[in-house]
């Protein structure tokens, strides 16, 4: 199963933009989704596919995808924001899934 | 609004067998793929596998070995099984709902959602 690397940790400052990327051979084939953890808490979606949100979560959360680097954006980057930050994807090869190791985003 | 309920032992001794299982409230349970994460303390989050309502089971190669997931459509439950637990399995496991699409041309898109609570497990002797 191939890999995705993640910087393990990023810092913006309070309203400024923040771009969290993650790197894998699977994306050229696979669209990263992104989950935000923040402590004690369970994983929670924030994009999937080509740039979709769920319900609920604020438009400032944008993805995108360059060969093989996907990329989460947060454009005006609030207090709430700071959390734990992990993309997935699907090998195609095999079929199995992997996650990145996980950005630290700090929010100064 | 669908949600998983998760349940199972949280404390286990060196090479005994972790049973999880988790329930499906709401929506369809047959167009998914219901998956199993884990994150030990501190840690990242590692996908241990994945089944569909047909019963096909997708396993992490890392843990093929000592893993069995299972469904009951009946019940809309899936279950994980993990044999011959060590300290490094301690982590807190997740059940999740998978999903995956087909994007033209040629791309695909999975992603996990709703989440359960996660389960705490610990061994340790």
């Known amino acids: 199963s191939s890999e995705l690397t993640q910087d393990p940790a990023v810092s913006v400052a309070l309203g400024q933009t923040v771009r969290i990327t993650c790197q894998g051979d699977?994306?050229?084939?696979?669209?990263a989704s992104w989950y935000q953890q923040k402590p004690g808490q369970a994983p929670a979606l924030v994009i999937y596919?080509?740039?979709n949100r769920p319900s609920g979560i604020p438009d400032r959360f944008s993805g995108s995808i360059s060969g093989n680097t996907a990329s989460l954006t947060i454009t005006g980057a609030q207090a709430e924001d700071e959390a734990d930050y992990f993309c997935?994807?699907?090998?195609?090869?095999?079929?199995?899934?992997?996650f990145g190791g996980g950005t630290k985003l700090t929010v100064l | 609004q669908v949600q998983l309920q998760q349940w199972g032992a949280g404390l286990l001794k060196p090479s005994e067998t972790l049973s999880l299982t988790c329930a499906v409230y709401?929506?369809?349970?047959?167009?998914?793929?219901w998956t199993w994460i884990r994150q030990p303390p501190g840690k990242g989050l590692e996908w241990i596998g994945e089944?569909?309502?047909?019963?096909?089971?997708k396993y992490n190669t890392s843990l093929k070995s000592r893993l069995t997931i299972s469904v009951d459509p009946s019940k809309n439950q899936f279950s994980l099984k993990l044999k011959s637990m060590t300290v490094a399995d301690t982590a807190v496991y997740y059940c999740?709902?998978?999903?995956?699409?087909?994007?033209?041309?040629?791309?695909?898109?999975?992603?996990?959602?709703?989440w359960g609570q996660g389960t705490l497990v610990t061994v340790s002797s």
């Open positions: 709401g929506g369809s349970f047959s167009d998914y793929y």
């Open positions: 999740a709902r998978g999903h995956w699409v087909r994007v033209p041309p040629t791309a695909f898109a999975n992603w996990f959602d709703p």
């Open positions: 596919g080509k740039n």
């Open positions: 089944i569909n309502y047909s019963g096909s089971p």
């Open positions: 997935n994807s699907r090998d195609s090869s095999d079929n199995l899934q992997v």
């Open positions: 699977s994306l050229r084939n696979y669209y």
